[in-house]
């Protein structure tokens, strides 16, 4: 199969329409923008995108973009100051137990509580149990599918960083929300338990089919996670191309099918920083 085949694009800066489907996520021209203590930094300009139901959507580009500003921006600890964020049509101003977010930093767990209890503490503090019970009951279902059932009183800090994403991802699942956020969750673990737990979220997916909104700057973990790519643009973020993705797996990494792509995607990324290069004068 060829590379073009692999990946099609969609309309530029807008996803494309799901038959009978309505978009959870509708986020339409957003530009976000954050201050320094020197600056006004516009972080993202004129963003649309939209997200349906069951969707693993990676949102891919070069550090700097912007990409978890946006991630932020639907959590909703960042208002735009142009469009706006919709999540099942409501307007999105402010955080929400119906979007939850997983972290890159390992330390985002209750470190004097342990595994079960982080869990439950976040389903009885925001979550939809209303007792002890009732949260036990739905942490233990969590845990068993991120196969932490033996670690249920364990602390985070006898835990390895692989073992503490499992317990987050278990803790943002557990609450059930509408988009999970993933603000480049693996990148801090080393190779291998980064492709681990690359297979454990696409077997999770597999299983509930929960949508999922996923940043990332490794082109091969967007192709291997995302069925649809967000492409953005160096600083400030722009959209430039949106691509449906097919199914690829880790055995196909060192295919040629597989590094064409993520040559074509590299090219998209840094086409523009190339030209801007190219048309440099060159000092001898």
């Not at 932490?148 to 609450?175: C, N, W």
């Not at 722009?238 to 597989?258: I, M, P, R, S, Y």
Request: hydrophobic content about 40%; proline content about 5%; aromatic content about 6%.
């Amino acid at each position: 199969m060829s590379a073009t085949s692999q990946l099609t694009p969609a309309t530029e800066g807008a996803a494309p329409s799901v038959a009978g489907l309505e978009p959870v996520l509708d986020v339409d021209g957003v530009t976000l923008q954050y201050k320094t203590k020197e600056h006004l930094i516009t972080a993202t300009y004129r963003v649309s995108f939209k997200t349906y139901p069951a969707d693993r959507f990676v949102i891919l580009g070069p550090s700097g973009c912007g990409k978890s500003t946006l991630l932020k921006g639907v959590a909703g600890y960042l208002d735009p100051v142009e469009g706006e964020m919709r999540l099942k049509g409501k307007v999105i101003n402010e955080p929400g137990p119906d979007r939850c977010m997983v972290f890159q930093e390992f330390d985002q767990l209750l470190p004097w509580k342990t595994v079960m209890g982080n869990i439950t503490f976040a389903l009885m503090n925001g979550g939809k149990c209303k007792t002890q019970i009732e949260a036990k009951e739905l942490a233990s279902e969590y845990i068993h599918k991120v196969k932490l059932d033996r670690f249920e009183d364990t602390y985070p800090h006898m835990l390895s960083g692989g073992m503490k994403q499992r317990v987050a991802i278990a803790r943002a699942m557990a609450m059930e929300p509408d988009v999970l956020l993933m603000d480049e969750p693996f990148a801090a673990l080393d190779a291998l338990t980064r492709r681990q737990m690359q297979e454990e979220l696409l077997q999770l997916w597999d299983d509930t089919r929960f949508t999922v909104i996923f940043v990332t700057h490794s082109i091969e973990e967007a192709v291997i996670v995302g069925s649809r790519i967000l492409i953005m643009s160096p600083h400030p973020g722009q959209v430039k191309a949106e691509l449906n993705a097919h199914h690829h797996t880790h055995d196909d990494v060192d295919g040629a099918d597989f590094r064409a792509l993520q040559s074509r995607i590299h090219d998209m990324i840094f086409a523009d920083r190339v030209l801007e290069e190219e048309t440099q004068p060159q000092h001898v």
